[in-house]
């Protein structure tokens, strides 16, 4: 069976010869690479992914504008000491008109390009590839836009203008995409989408208010996506397993990262009720098993999370998150092993 067909059997949950694994979203990180450098004398990202045995391989679309002049630095006073914090105050904090936000939602279709896909498949032949049309989220990207609490206030107090901006950020993604998706449609198998919609506890937004604002937009990415042959993996961290049935819904295929350790995410009750509907990419910690835990440990989590599916198919051994530093680069190789050498994805 070739990597590809292992992984398109995987997200039909038929039977495959062993589970596929890869490294999220096909990324090495620097303090990974020196490690591989180190220790195995590999010198580029692709030859780590070859030691690793990965079943993807991964189209990233081309961004070919210069690069943005730096923001000014922040006085010393001021204290970024959270993610979110970041994105306190948003450019649009202050709008009140539609005028003022659709301009900002805007995509500059000229700076993105299709990447080689017909390169990429003679280069991996026998790998599932998947387009990645850019990191263009809708409700993270209101929260930047307006700032992360005037977001949440808007969409109470005027949510004509987060409808405005998801719209227009949607429908400009959506051209971006459709050109994307004609280059690749009988090439790539599956195309990436996501947002980041949750945290380890809960959803950042109110599962009703997500299907009120985002929910119709995503289900036409999807549908666009689905119309040119390709299978959907959807990107959220976090505990989002209130809107896993919406996914379902609208014709996901399989939820990337899939967090483990997030409120509501564990593997057993995850395959129960959703095991032969949604497939589940990732699962391997990063936060403590893959940074501070052992190789032995690391196989044992790849082992349990395998039984878990293996009577309802559709899982991809992954690491559940990619550029922490702390990861050992050991673990990954226990990560990989451990899933080559797992037993028969039963399937349903």
């Known amino acids: 069976m070739t990597r590809r067909e292992r992984v398109l059997k995987t997200l039909r949950f038929e039977q495959t010869d062993r589970v596929p694994c890869d490294m999220m979203e096909g990324i090495i990180w620097g303090e990974l690479m020196e490690y591989f450098a180190r220790e195995h004398n590999l010198e580029t990202d692709h030859q780590v992914l070859?030691?690793?045995?990965?079943?993807l391989r991964w189209a990233w679309i081309l961004y070919n504008s210069p690069e943005p002049q730096s923001a000014p630095a922040d006085p010393p006073e001021v204290k970024h000491e959270t993610y979110s914090w970041a994105i306190a105050r948003g450019p649009l904090a202050d709008a009140r008109t539609v005028e003022e936000v659709e301009p900002h939602a805007e995509l500059d279709q000229s700076c993105w390009q299709p990447p080689d896909f017909a390169e990429f498949r003679r280069r991996w032949p026998d790998h599932a590839l998947?387009?990645?049309?850019?990191?263009?989220?809708?409700?993270?990207?209101?929260?930047?836009?307006?700032?992360?609490?005037?977001?949440?206030?808007?969409?109470?107090?005027?949510?004509?203008?987060?409808?405005?901006?998801?719209?227009?950020?949607?429908?400009?993604?959506?051209?971006?995409?459709?050109?994307?998706?004609?280059?690749?449609?009988?090439?790539?198998?599956?195309?990436?989408?996501?947002?980041?919609?949750?945290?380890?506890?809960?959803?950042?937004?109110?599962?009703?208010?997500w299907r009120k604002f985002i929910k119709p937009c995503l289900?036409?990415?999807?549908?666009?996506?689905?119309?040119?042959?390709?299978?959907?993996?959807?990107?959220?961290?976090?505990?989002?397993?209130?809107?896993?049935?919406?996914?379902i819904d609208i014709g996901v295929n399989a939820l990337l990262v899939f967090q483990t350790t997030a409120a509501g995410m564990d593997?057993?009750?995850?395959?129960?009720?959703?095991?032969?509907?949604?497939?589940?990419?990732?699962?391997?910690?990063?936060?403590?098993?893959?940074?501070?835990?052992?190789?032995?440990?690391?196989?044992?989590?790849?082992?349990?999370?395998?039984?878990?599916?293996?009577?309802?198919?559709?899982?991809?051994?992954?690491?559940?998150?990619h550029c922490v530093k702390t990861i050992k680069g050991e673990n990954i190789v226990a990560m990989c092993r451990a899933a080559r050498s797992g037993t028969q994805a039963k399937g349903k």
């Not at 289900?219 to 896993?244: K, N, P, T, W």
């Not at 395998?306 to 198919?313: I, K, L, Q, T, Y």
Request: glycine fraction near 10%; charge should be negative.
């Open 50 to 55: 070859d030691f690793l045995d990965t079943d």
């Open 130 to 209: 998947v387009f990645m049309p850019g990191w263009m989220p809708l409700f993270w990207g209101a929260c930047h836009a307006f700032g992360m609490e005037v977001a949440m206030i808007n969409m109470y107090d005027r949510p004509q203008l987060v409808e405005a901006f998801v719209r227009r950020r949607h429908e400009s993604y959506m051209e971006l995409m459709g050109r994307g998706l004609e280059s690749g449609r009988g090439i790539c198998d599956i195309c990436w989408l996501g947002d980041d919609l949750a945290g380890q506890k809960n959803m950042l937004i109110n599962p009703d208010l």
């Open 219 to 247: 289900a036409e990415q999807v549908r666009l996506a689905r119309e040119h042959d390709m299978y959907v993996l959807f990107h959220s961290c976090g505990a989002v397993r209130s809107i896993l049935p919406d996914l």
């Open 267 to 321: 593997a057993e009750s995850i395959a129960r009720e959703f095991g032969g509907r949604l497939g589940f990419y990732g699962g391997i910690d990063v936060q403590q098993l893959l940074s501070f835990g052992t190789p032995e440990e690391v196989a044992e989590q790849v082992r349990a999370n395998m039984r878990a599916f293996a009577d309802c198919g559709g899982y991809i051994v992954a690491n559940s998150h």
